[in-house]
């Protein structure tokens, strides 16, 4: 009986034993099992980390050459802004010159007209001749006596253009220099003569008028004399009035000389040239600005 019971004792020590060896056998498959679990898992996150630096450098990468982009196109933007104003700047200074080129020709294009006409007034004056009347006998009237107008001659004063620029014989152009200012003292001694000059021929003028006048006054019997004689006094005096506004105006003109304001438009401030003040000494206008107030005065007056 004690042989048995020491059998089962042995029996129940060894299946202890061997629970026991189990139980650790598993327990260390457990924590190789976990150990193994967790290196896993630590290799991955080693793993996703190496992959999410390289998506970091490149997505830095990408922005750098989102910037190096940006800044080129705002260089290129710039460059595009100077190029622009460079551009308008080269236009603005050719049309300044065609500006210029155009001025220059309507002058030249405005003093050959202005020269043509003078001289063929002048000639006009000088061709032109009046006619003298006959003195009539003081008896007899009877009708072979009665002669018609066309046989009567009388004389006449010679007659210019009236408000006409001095005369081109004494008169000398303006040499303009290189890099000259425009206005100086020769330019406005220049002009200062040349008003002096019209305005004392255009006094010449009314006193030869007024003398004329007076040695013609005559009352014709024929009414057709009378007729003539008074149409001619009138056409004399109303040249002699625009004569006399003329001389106002060239007080007017050297008194700007005077005041260092003449040789400049009265309406855009622009110089009106020196070819042009020459073609008319009391021009106040620049041709521009001339031609334009002529257009509007057209179509008011339609």
Same mark, same amino acid.
Request: glycine fraction near 2%; aromatic fraction near 2%; charge should be positive.
């Given at each position: 009986?004690?042989?048995?019971?020491?059998?089962?004792?042995?029996?129940?020590?060894?299946?202890?034993?061997?629970?026991?060896?189990?139980?650790?056998?598993?327990?260390?498959?457990?924590?190789?099992?976990?150990?193994?679990?967790?290196?896993?898992?630590?290799?991955?996150?080693? %793993? =996703?980390?190496? *992959?999410? $630096?390289? &998506?970091?450098?490149?997505? +830095? !990468? @990408? /922005?750098?050459?989102?910037? #190096?982009?940006?800044?080129?196109?705002?260089?290129?933007?710039?460059?595009?802004?100077?190029?622009? %104003? =460079?551009?308008? *700047?080269? $236009?603005? &200074?050719?049309?300044?010159? +065609? !500006? @210029? /080129?155009?001025?220059?020709? #309507?002058?030249?294009?405005?003093?050959?007209?202005?020269?043509?006409?003078?001289?063929?007034?002048?000639?006009?004056?000088?061709?032109?001749?009046?006619?003298?009347?006959?003195?009539?006998?003081?008896?007899?009237?009877?009708? #072979?006596?009665?002669?018609?107008?066309?046989?009567?001659?009388?004389?006449?004063?010679?007659?210019?253009?009236?408000?006409?620029?001095?005369?081109?014989?004494?008169?000398?152009?303006?040499?303009?220099?290189?890099?000259?200012?425009?206005?100086?003292?020769?330019?406005?001694?220049?002009?200062?003569?040349?008003?002096?000059?019209?305005?004392?021929?255009?006094?010449?003028?009314?006193?030869?008028?007024?003398?004329?006048?007076?040695?013609?006054?005559?009352?014709?019997?024929?009414?057709?004399?009378?007729?003539?004689?008074?149409?001619?006094?009138?056409?004399?005096?109303?040249?002699?009035?625009?004569?006399?506004?003329?001389?106002?105006?060239?007080?007017?003109?050297?008194?700007?000389?005077?005041?260092?304001?003449?040789?400049?438009?009265?309406?855009?401030?622009?110089?009106?040239?020196?070819?042009?003040?020459?073609?008319?000494?009391?021009?106040?206008?620049?041709?521009?600005?001339?031609?334009?107030?002529?257009?509007?005065?057209?179509?008011?007056?339609?």
């Amino acid at each position: 009986m004690a042989a048995k019971q020491i059998k089962r004792g042995a029996k129940s020590k060894a299946k202890t034993s061997m629970k026991t060896k189990a139980n650790v056998k598993a327990k260390v498959k457990a924590k190789s099992k976990a150990k193994a679990k967790t290196k896993t898992k630590a290799n991955t996150k080693v %793993k =996703a980390k190496s *992959k999410v $630096k390289p &998506k970091a450098k490149v997505k +830095a !990468k @990408a /922005k750098v050459k989102a910037k #190096t982009k940006v800044k080129a196109k705002t260089k290129v933007k710039a460059n595009a802004k100077v190029k622009a %104003k =460079a551009k308008v *700047k080269a $236009k603005t &200074k050719v049309k300044a010159k +065609a !500006k @210029a /080129k155009t001025k220059t020709k #309507t002058k030249t294009a405005v003093k050959k007209p202005l020269a043509k006409r003078t001289s063929a007034k002048k000639a006009k004056s000088c061709v032109k001749t009046k006619i003298k009347p006959k003195k009539k006998a003081p008896a007899r009237k009877t009708a #072979t006596s009665k002669k018609t107008p066309a046989a009567k001659t009388r004389k006449a004063a010679p007659r210019r253009k009236s408000g006409s620029n001095p005369d081109q014989a004494s008169f000398v152009p303006y040499t303009l220099r290189k890099n000259e200012e425009y206005m100086n003292e020769e330019q406005k001694e220049h002009f200062r003569e040349i008003l002096q000059s019209w305005k004392v021929q255009l006094m010449e003028e009314v006193d030869r008028t007024v003398n004329h006048m007076q040695e013609e006054a005559a009352n014709y019997a024929d009414p057709a004399d009378r007729a003539s004689q008074e149409e001619e006094f009138n056409l004399e005096l109303k040249t002699r009035d625009r004569e006399r506004r003329l001389i106002r105006k060239i007080d007017n003109t050297m008194e700007l000389i005077d005041q260092d304001d003449y040789g400049y438009c009265e309406s855009c401030g622009v110089e009106i040239g020196i070819r042009r003040l020459e073609a008319r000494p009391t021009a106040t206008q620049c041709i521009d600005c001339k031609t334009l107030a002529e257009i509007k005065e057209k179509q008011i007056r339609g």
